[in-house]
């Protein structure tokens, strides 16, 4: 069974990538998504930001 999820935000830091013992690759980073939602009675708009931990094992893509 795979789960896949496709999420389209901005980097928060740069990535950290490191080798397991056994081999096997491992990275991590941040990723910032967002969406604009009215807001009050006057029209205005409220950006709303999700912060989401990123940890990617073996192969990716």
């Known amino acids: 069974m795979v789960n896949r999820v496709t999420l389209i935000g901005n980097l928060g830091r740069d990535p950290e990538a490191r080798s397991l013992e056994n081999g096997a690759m491992v990275a991590?980073?941040?990723?910032?998504?967002?969406?604009t939602l009215p807001g009050?009675?006057?029209g205005n708009w409220q950006e709303q930001t999700?912060?989401?931990?990123?940890?990617?094992?073996?192969?990716?893509g």
């Open 28 to 35: 991590k980073f941040s990723l910032a998504t967002g969406e």
């Open 40 to 42: 009050d009675k006057e």
């Open 50 to 60: 999700e912060w989401h931990e990123i940890i990617a094992w073996r192969e990716c």
